[in-house]
């Protein structure tokens, strides 16, 4: 079932809550990331819970084992259901971060999708993104990451390359066919997501920017359901 996030990509908190205000009903999750959270902190994710919404907090942590284990736990205070890091943190920091009980899900980020295959060659001349991102999915699965977020393009990638685990997937750059790429670049349109079986599509700009934010998010439902009947839960 593919389920959509709103990126709440904004640093008013007047502008969040006419964003939520005009969605009620129709999408459920809304990313909270590093913008508005430092901006507005706590009461930027309350504003969510209070209309029955959920939270995937995207602060992308990536810090020594013990500060990010803190920090998902203080996440887990704030009631947010999802938090992600960069699973280029390693695998003792997944780990701690994984100990934590209870806790939001972890969601691991691969390779940021502004890096091109040249800013990857300072890891090893050598380095390829879709070898980074099998190993750093791989990473992420063995220790404990809730999902893998990437590129949509790296998805059937990776799902070719485990077809025996069940990995779920969290995908930024969609956008549906015709619409502004922004600074999007390898983009998939939501009904090629839907069919693809993409867990959770984090969309912004289509929806946040549109003229009539419900209508937009409502017409991006629409394609997914037609595009996979099976496969779409708004919740
Ligand atoms: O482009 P859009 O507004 O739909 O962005 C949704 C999310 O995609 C953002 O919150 C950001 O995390 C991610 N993003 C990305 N690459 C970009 C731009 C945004 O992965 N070039």
């Not at 990313?31 to 994710?45: C, I």
């Not at 259901?81 to 100990?99: K, Q, Y």
């Not at 691991?108 to 091109?116: E, M, R």
Request: glycine share 8%.
């Amino acid at each position: 079932m593919t389920q959509v996030i709103i990126a709440l990509d904004i640093d008013s908190i007047k502008r969040q809550e006419e964003l939520l205000k005009a969605l009620h009903g129709t999408i459920v999750w809304y990313k909270v990331g590093l913008q508005l959270f430092t901006a507005h902190g706590k009461r930027a994710v309350d504003n969510v819970l209070r209309q029955g919404g959920k939270v995937f907090l995207d602060l992308k942590l990536h810090d020594i084992p013990q500060t990010v284990a803190h920090a998902v736990r203080e996440a887990q205070k704030l009631g947010v259901d999802a938090v992600s890091l960069h699973l280029m943190g390693g695998a003792d920091m997944l780990r701690a971060a994984a100990e934590v009980m209870p806790r939001p899900k972890l969601w691991g980020v691969t390779v940021l999708t502004s890096l091109g295959p040249k800013d990857v060659t300072i890891f090893s001349a050598s380095a390829k993104i879709p070898s980074l991102v099998k190993s750093l999915a791989k990473l992420g699965w063995v220790g404990g990451a809730d999902a893998t977020i990437c590129s949509p393009q790296e998805v059937g990638l990776l799902k070719k390359t485990f077809p025996h685990l069940d990995m779920k997937f969290v995908t930024p750059g969609i956008r549906p066919a015709g619409a502004a790429l922004n600074d999007q670049r390898r983009v998939m349109t939501p009904g090629e997501a839907a069919r693809l079986g993409i867990d959770f599509v984090v969309i912004g700009r289509p929806i946040t920017h549109a003229a009539d934010p419900r209508k937009a998010a409502l017409d991006i439902l629409a394609e997914m359901k037609a595009a996979a009947p099976q496969s779409l839960d708004k919740g």
